[in-house]
T-cell receptor, first 115, second 115 residues
Framework: AQSVTQLDSQVPVFEEAPVELRCNYS??????LFWYVQYPNQGLQLLLK??????LVESINGFEAEFNKSQTSFHLRKPSVHISDTAEYFC?????????????FGKGTLLTVNP | DTEVTQTPKHLVMGMTNKKSLKCEQH?????MYWYKQKAKKPPELMFV???????INESVPSRFSPECPNSSLLNLHLHALQPEDSALYLC??????????????FGEGSRLTVL
């Protein structure tokens, strides 16, 4: 089984400041890793994913995450946040390949960007 | 078309009512999912259908009855619900097999209130 730990339940930052949302996972098999974002009263949107290959993955809106196998981490970073980045961010893990399609979520981190 | 469409967006029902939530996708995905999300919590998996067959039931009470009439549609039939079943119900879909890109595509959700 897989598990995900998001170390911070809330992260308040000021606009244009850098931010890091931390995610650690546990699994005995190879995994896919994801960051999803949920804006208020909306569904989940995929922000970025790591399947294989380059350990640094980027999104179109300036976020990036780095897969670190030795530290079993997949932290999300952005060098300069905007008010519009205020949302709940979920890290998730899924077993790679096979027929197990269960996506396990962390408890979420509420990012609040203040002016 | 990269959307998962859920209807209705909001539903209020009494404990003796029978209602249904509907989900539709036209991305050719062969796996479809129901998740339940309580306020300030991560989504919890309820059911997974792969190739129109129920493959995962996370010990969900029988008052929730899923149905997958075809590869594009997923229903969740609701009967004799309890107030604690009030939540956001999220539908998702994903590819399967060799075309699997790992991620789930989520709808906007149906917000259910049980009185």
């Amino acid at each position: 089984a897989q598990s995900v730990t998001q170390l911070d339940s809330q992260v308040p930052v000021f606009e244009e400041a850098p931010v890091e949302l931390r995610c650690n996972y546990s699994s005995s098999v190879s995994v896919y890793l994801f960051w999803y974002v949920q804006y208020p009263n909306q569904g989940l949107q995929l922000l970025l994913k790591y399947l294989s290959g380059s350990t640094l993955v980027e999104s179109i809106n300036g976020f990036e995450a780095e897969f670190n196998k030795s530290q079993t981490s997949f932290h999300l970073r952005k060098p300069s946040v905007h008010i519009s980045d205020t949302a709940e961010y979920f890290c998730a893990v899924r077993r790679s390949g096979g027929s197990n399609y269960k996506l396990t979520f962390g408890k979420g981190t509420l990012l609040t960007v203040n002016p | 078309d990269t959307e998962v469409t859920q209807t209705p967006k909001h539903l209020v029902m009494g404990m003796t009512n029978k209602k249904s939530l509907k989900c539709e996708q036209h991305m050719g995905h062969r796996a479809m999912y129901w998740y339940k999300q309580k306020a300030k919590k991560p989504p919890e998996l309820m059911f997974v259908y792969s190739y129109e067959k129920l493959s995962i039931n996370e010990s969900v009470p029988s008052r929730f009855s899923p149905e997958c009439p075809n590869s594009s549609l997923l229903n969740l039939h609701l009967h004799a619900l309890q107030p604690e079943d009030s939540a956001l119900y999220l539908c998702a879909s994903s590819q399967l097999g060799g075309t699997d890109t790992g991620e789930l595509f989520f709808g906007e959700g149906s917000r259910l209130t049980v009185l």
